[in-house]
């Protein structure tokens, strides 16, 4: 398994790596790419800034919640051809474990903070498909051992985005796949050994104004030997120029599941939307 996980590894640092390639051009999709200020578009390089709340309801014995408020920031880097996206994130976990009426968890504080560098090493304009790859940096900075994992990871990552697919304007298909593993951990904590599955898919409205999605998610615990999934939907709208607002409830699935469901409020704010063909799309 650790064999495997430096094959991934190194497979993704090498994708990112390749040279950009020719691009030819559809000035129709750039054109409404272009228009789009809503940051859902997961290879919009923009520079912008996101307020979010995630309240979860805990799958525990008792009662139980954790309340995850995170601030994140998205700057594109090199003329728009990478882009740094960094996380920090204020929480509040309460839960009564072993159902004995009282809460044997009950803490609030700093949790871990994560860094993502992205890039499109390939972008196929006339067939409308991309190819993203990145790395994910998650520090152990949370202010209590229950707030986090205890564990400096890496996250390598790939993900390719179907631009209109089957012909449906405003729409776009995005599968991903992200191998999450530790390098080092504190003493005492548990290694971080996981897959994580994602399927991003999107439908925004033609003024550019509204959208929607539906994102299922499947996690693969290989160090613990678990497995569990969720869906996420998600709908939001633009309430100025570059401010947006959404709602995303989720409902958890499996035995080995962490909640049982969640919702999220969250906002947005975009300042410069880069232009596609940058090669990233705007």
């Given at each position: 398994?650790?064999?495997?996980?430096?094959?991934?590894?190194?497979?993704?640092?090498?994708?990112?790596?390749?040279?950009?390639?020719?691009?030819?051009?559809?000035?129709?999709?750039?054109?409404?790419?272009k228009k789009d200020k809503t940051?859902?578009?997961?290879?919009?390089?923009?520079?912008?800034?996101?307020?979010?709340?995630?309240?979860?309801?805990?799958?525990?014995?008792?009662?139980?919640?954790?309340?995850?408020?995170?601030?994140?920031?998205?700057?594109?880097?090199?003329?728009?051809?990478?882009?740094?996206?960094?996380?920090?994130?204020?929480?509040?976990?309460?839960?009564?474990?072993?159902?004995?009426?009282?809460?044997?968890?009950?803490?609030?504080?700093?949790?871990?903070?994560?860094?993502?560098?992205?890039?499109?090493?390939?972008?196929?304009?006339?067939?409308?498909?991309?190819?993203?790859?990145?790395?994910?940096?998650?520090?152990?900075?949370?202010?209590?051992?229950?707030?986090?994992?205890?564990?400096?990871?890496?996250?390598?990552?790939?993900?390719?985005?179907?631009?209109?697919?089957?012909?449906?304007?405003?729409?776009?298909?995005?599968?991903?796949?992200?191998?999450?593993?530790?390098?080092?951990?504190?003493?005492?904590?548990?290694?971080?050994?996981?897959?994580?599955?994602?399927?991003?898919?999107?439908?925004?409205?033609?003024?550019?104004?509204?959208?929607?999605?539906?994102?299922?998610?499947?996690?693969?615990?290989?160090?613990?030997?678990?497995?569990?999934?969720?869906?996420?939907?998600?709908?939001?709208?633009?309430?100025?120029?570059?401010?947006?607002?959404?709602?995303?409830?989720?409902?958890?699935?499996?035995?080995?599941?962490?909640?049982?469901?969640?919702?999220?409020?969250?906002?947005?704010?975009?300042?410069?939307?880069?232009?596609?063909?940058?090669?990233?799309?705007?």
């Amino acid at each position: 398994m650790k064999r495997f996980t430096q094959l991934v590894f190194v497979l993704v640092i090498g994708l990112a790596c390749l040279s950009m390639p020719v691009l030819a051009e559809d000035a129709d999709l750039k054109a409404a790419l272009k228009k789009d200020k809503t940051g859902t578009n997961p290879i919009n390089f923009s520079q912008d800034f996101r307020l979010y709340n995630e309240y979860q309801f805990l799958n525990v014995a008792g009662d139980g919640f954790n309340n995850i408020t995170t601030l994140e920031y998205r700057h594109p880097l090199a003329d728009g051809k990478w882009q740094l996206r960094a996380r920090i994130r204020g929480v509040k976990i309460q839960a009564d474990t072993n159902n004995d009426g009282s809460d044997n968890l009950d803490k609030s504080g700093l949790g871990d903070i994560d860094i993502r560098v992205l890039t499109v090493p390939y972008l196929d304009m006339p067939n409308k498909f991309a190819v993203a790859v990145g790395l994910e940096v998650f520090l152990p900075s949370a202010s209590d051992d229950a707030l986090g994992t205890e564990a400096l990871s890496l996250g390598p990552q790939v993900f390719g985005v179907f631009f209109t697919p089957f012909g449906i304007p405003g729409t776009l298909i995005a599968p991903a796949y992200q191998h999450r593993f530790s390098i080092a951990v504190e003493s005492g904590a548990e290694n971080e050994h996981k897959g994580l599955f994602d399927l991003f898919i999107l439908w925004t409205a033609k003024d550019k104004q509204t959208w929607a999605l539906l994102n299922p998610q499947m996690v693969l615990d290989y160090e613990q030997d678990r497995e569990f999934g969720f869906v996420e939907v998600e709908v939001g709208r633009m309430i100025g120029s570059g401010h947006s607002i959404y709602v995303r409830p989720s409902i958890s699935i499996g035995r080995d599941r962490p909640t049982d469901a969640s919702i999220e409020i969250g906002y947005k704010i975009i300042w410069l939307p880069c232009e596609l063909g940058s090669p990233v799309a705007a």
